[in-house]
């Protein structure tokens, strides 16, 4: 039988980029195929020419054998083509049901829609499909996890035969990873053919079949998952074998930045620390366990209750973002397109922008600015053709380098960073990994929140574990492991942990949940 899919000799090249070149896969009805390769190799330009949202300058596209005129997205629809981005495409503000059968509603004698008969359809499809909401529910009331499971059903319920999953789990973790993957194993029960893109290489060896690897717009090879294991994959990915970054400490005695008795009610209760210069603080705990709160109460983004805020020795009150900017301190954000970055304008217009507001500027000096981007573009290695062309444009992981020159150019004593790596692909994260240790080595003060315990471990010196608003545990990294820190984490002391059956499992659970992102424990994602 001729492969499900089949796309042969794809090239595709925008101003002054060959996105991609001579680029082929197959996939056969009933198998997940992983389609890898770091940001900016070519993979989302892919899936958009077969979603019919960009047409190839060559190449052809063949559906069950036949060539496919895919030029639009209603001819993807058509051949059973359907997409699941990682910007999901719902209506907030409709019913799960109005959003799966959304264009499909059962109609009743005159043409009016059933709309009881509709929900009954919509429950009973929903029940099949394991996805357990109610179907008269707001779509703006769902988890993000539930969200993306309703986006794979509505493809489903439109009978789709062929289905891209870009960076399903990006924003999930623990079992709401694992419920969606489920979901994505059933669909090979129901014979459809599956593209699957991850950064979470745990995820593709346990998930897919096969695999198609890009990197710089062209094709590297494909294979059989199961005989290739990890390092084959990320060599072929990155087109090296990838260090660790050295963990050398440059911590001094000189203090960066003290907190004392941070509080604002029902979020953070009594929230004590002391930065040292050069020092890397990792952040450690559970979703909800107020990481990211404190991080905006210190930097002013959100009001506190009570507290004392010390930089350099010196007590400060920081009642605004901007204030804390005057005083030294810069907030890498976890939502870099949403609050780090004005994605319409360049990399050469976003670098200075911390620097242009706090220092008193008042003139754009383009000229300037193009020059400066230059020399970020450079040490960094920020990878962009044109420091003019919008930020928007770059992957993830050149989107955090220029998120990280605007900072460095604001010259900050002290830099929180909110899961500096999400999204980004491995040979991206080394390089922020390094950029993290060099500005400790400058005597900056870097506090490192991140949901990833095997980042946290490599990048710190020091690791503080929150839990339900408290910071629970101050570990040195010698003495720090990924099970000493869920233990904290979890409420559950470590001679519990070995004695008690229930205090294991949740346990369990919670390092399940913190190390989903990682393959192995050697901190790749």
């Known amino acids: 039988m001729a492969p499900r899919l089949q796309m042969r000799g794809i090239s595709k090249r925008f101003v002054g980029v060959q996105a991609l070149a001579n680029v082929q ?36 596209i063949l ?24 910007e999901l495409n719902l209506f907030p503000y409709l019913s799960v049901a109005e959003n799966l059968l959304f264009g499909r509603y059962p109609k009743r004698g005159g043409g009016l829609i059933d709309w009881k008969g509709g929900r009954r359809e919509a429950a009973s499809f929903l029940h099949s499909m394991g996805v357990e909401v109610p179907a008269d529910r707001l779509v703006a009331e769902l988890s993000i996890a539930e969200r993306q499971m309703l986006e794979i059903a509505k493809a489903l319920h439109r009978q789709v035969r062929i289905l891209i999953l870009d960076e399903p789990t990006a924003v999930l973790g623990g079992e709401d990873v694992d419920q969606l993957l489920a979901m994505v194993r059933s669909l090979r029960d129901r014979g459809v053919a599956t593209i699957f893109i991850s950064h979470r290489l745990e995820e593709i060896f346990g998930l897919a079949d096969h695999y198609v690897v890009l990197k710089d717009g062209e094709y590297v090879g494909a294979g059989d998952l199961a005989e290739i294991d990890t390092d084959g994959l990320v060599s072929m990915m990155v087109g090296r074998e990838l260090e660790h ?19 604002r ?17 990792g952040v450690a705990g559970l979703r909800g366990a107020g990481r990211t709160e404190m991080a905006r109460a210190i930097f002013g983004a959100d ?8 930089v350099d020795g010196r007590e400060v009150n920081i009642t605004a973002p901007d204030v804390a900017i005057e005083h030294g301190i810069g907030l890498v954000p976890e939502d870099r397109k949403g609050q780090g970055l004005f994605l319409n304008l360049s990399t050469a217009e976003n670098i200075p922008v911390v620097a242009l507001t706090s220092g008193g500027r008042n003139q754009v000096r383009p000229a300037q600015e ?16 044109d420091v003019t062309s919008p930020v928007g444009t770059l992957s993830g992981g050149n989107q955090q380098k220029v998120v990280l020159a605007k900072w460095l150019e604001a010259g900050v004593s002290v830099l929180i960073l909110d899961e500096p790596t999400r999204g980004i692909d491995i040979g991206s994260k080394r390089e922020i990994y ?33 839990r339900k608003g408290h910071i629970v545990a101050d570990i040195e990294r010698d003495d720090a492991s990924e099970e000493l820190i869920m233990s904290h984490a979890v409420g559950v002391g470590s001679d519990v942990v070995h004695t008690d059956a229930g205090a294991a499992e949740e346990l369990a659970r919670a390092l399940d949940e913190a190390t989903t992102t990682h393959d192995n424990g050697k901190g790749l994602n």
């Open 63 to 86: 559906i069950d054998g036949q060539p496919a005129a895919i030029h639009t997205p209603t001819d993807a629809e058509r051949y059973g083509i359907a997409t699941v981005y990682q």
């Open 265 to 281: 009610t029902g979020v953070l209760s009594d929230i004590s620390f002391r930065l040292r210069k050069g020092e890397v603080l």
């Open 245 to 263: 970054v050295s963990r050398r400490s440059s911590r001094r005695e000189e203090e960066a930045l003290r907190i004392e008795g941070l509080s």
């Open 370 to 385: 193009r020059r400066l981007a230059a020399r970020y573009k450079q040490s960094l290695d920020i990878r962009v053709a």
């Open 25 to 60: 896969l197959s996939v056969d009805a009933g198998q997940i195929l992983a389609l890898v390769g770091e940001n900016g190799a070519g993979k989302s330009t892919l899936i958009k020419i077969l979603s019919g949202a960009q047409r190839p300058d060559t190449g052809e």
């Open 303 to 310: 009001p506190i209750d009570g507290g004392r805020v010390f």
């Open 434 to 466: 390094e950029i993290i240790r060099n500005l400790a080595e400058q005597g900056v003060g870097v506090l490192v929140i991140s949901s990833e315990l095997p980042e946290v471990l490599e990048v710190s010196d020091r690791v503080l574990v929150m």
